[in-house]
């Protein structure tokens, strides 16, 4: 399936940004507004079942190759979210970009219970500002509407699909197949200690964002941006790459 595609910026430097479950592009838009400030080109992708995307079958297969029919390929960077991480990693041999970054992926995602999805139907159902506000009291006006949008363009079988294939599966990567910077939420629960000593074993560098909830983009963007340029113009050997930044520490 080709996705629904999106560019912002005329800079060389190309970024490409990949929404978790439940969101589309926009999720992005106060990193990709500061990528472009900087002089980057950005894209952004809808993903199967998201925003203006096609709807259509579920299964893990589809999540990487939407992304190999939709991204160029040898671009710079692409950056993954959530179930956009696990994306990215089932794409990331076929696209090669330059630098892959995985924010809170969701590679080891907690089974859910068996009425997860009519649960989630009523939370789309009820959503409304004062609720998002309350749950994320440090996003932006702007964050709120789009997590809202993001609601009501979803495609409420895509999750589903995920509390049946993705729940409580290992989805972790057996190496990085380009340099790879794994950026764990600091209160967040898709990256346990555990995944973290695995993924550095396998070459892949991981870093806390301090404070931070699952949506590290929305609850700290300048620590994300920070780890996300100091990475992308790194050109240290693989696996020996250091970021820093006042919310950003070791795991």
């Known amino acids: 399936m080709r996705l629904e595609t999106y560019s912002s910026g ?16 926009e999720t992005w838009h106060a990193i990709e507004a500061e990528l472009v400030e900087r002089g980057h080109r950005v894209l952004g992708v809808d993903m199967r079942g998201h925003g203006r995307s096609p709807r259509g079958h579920y299964s893990v297969e589809a999540l990487g190759d939407d992304l190999v029919d939709s991204l160029p390929t040898g671009i ?10 696990v994306a990215l990693s089932l794409a990331v041999e076929r696209l090669r ?4 970054v995985y924010v809170d992926p969701a590679f080891r995602l907690p089974p859910m219970a068996d009425d997860a999805g009519e649960r989630m139907r009523r939370v789309f159902a009820t959503a409304d500002v004062a609720g998002v506000r309350q749950i994320n009291p440090r996003w ?13 363009s979803f495609d409420p ?20 197949v380009v340099p790879s910077l794994v950026l764990r939420a600091g209160n967040g629960i898709t990256v ?12 892949f560098t991981v870093r ?21 340029l100091e990475w992308t113009r790194s050109r240290a050997p693989l696996g020996r790459e250091t970021v820093s930044g006042a919310a950003l520490g070791r795991p």
């Open 76 to 85: 710079d960077a692409i950056v993954g979210h959530s179930m956009g991480g």
């Open 140 to 152: 932006s006006d702007a964050d709120v509407e789009k997590e809202l949008s993001g609601f009501a």
């Open 157 to 176: 079988a895509f999750f589903d699909f995920v509390a049946s294939e993705i729940a409580g599966r290992d989805f972790l990567p057996k190496r990085p």
């Open 10 to 25: 005329t800079g060389d430097h190309t970024i490409a940004l990949v929404h978790g479950a439940m969101a589309h592009h």
């Open 208 to 228: 806390v964002v301090r404070g931070a909830g699952h949506c590290v983009h929305r609850d700290e963007p300048a620590a994300l941006l920070d780890a996300l």
């Open 192 to 203: 346990d200690p555990r995944a973290v000593r695995v993924l550095t074993e396998r070459g």
């Open 97 to 100: 970009p330059g630098r892959a």
